[in-house]
């Protein structure tokens, strides 16, 4: 199954912050990771982080890095060859550090291909419900995608 990635994180090249997986079909993922930058640059301040417990309550999910890795894996687990797609190299990036849970081990995931999907035109943050929030911003990823594919 396609996976729509979208993460935010404080500033270029900064840490990670959440993870929103919204999919193609079935149950989408969302995660906080706990404890936030103190403090966050300006920006990610203003426009990320009042914005990241907007999502619906069932997927509200705060979890240090080490449990959001496995949680993330957890999440992917019943599906024999998850593919992720993502229209921001970074977000793949971030995604696949989150996945280290030590210098020479990852969590428990076989398989995972990505596709890095350049978009011009398009932007998830003026298309997403709650922008700069990375669930609602995967998921308007997730709606452009398919409506090209219409």
């Known amino acids: 199954m ?3 990635l979208d993460t935010e994180f404080d ?7 959440s993870v929103g997986l919204a999919a193609e079909s079935g149950e989408d993922y969302y995660v906080v990771l706990q404890p936030l930058p103190d403090p966050t640059t300006e920006w990610v301040g203003r426009h990320v982080v009042p914005y ?3 999502v619906p309550q069932a997927l ?20 024999p060859d998850p593919y992720i797609v993502a229209d921001w190299p970074e977000d793949i990036a971030l995604f696949c550090r989150l996945l280290l849970i030590g210098t020479t081990d990852i969590v428990d995931v076989d398989r995972i291909t990505f596709e890095f999907r350049r978009t011009p035109g398009f932007s998830t943050a003026r298309n997403s419900v709650v922008p700069h929030n990375a ?3 995967a998921r308007a990823l997730r709606d452009f995608v398919l409506g090209q594919e219409d």
């Open 2 to 4: 396609r996976y729509f």
């Open 11 to 17: 500033g270029f090249g900064g840490s990670l912050i």
């Open 52 to 54: 990241l417990y907007q």
């Open 60 to 79: 509200d999910n705060r979890l240090d890095r080490m449990a959001a890795a496995h949680d993330l894996a957890a999440y992917l687990r019943n599906d």
């Open 135 to 137: 669930l609602h911003d």
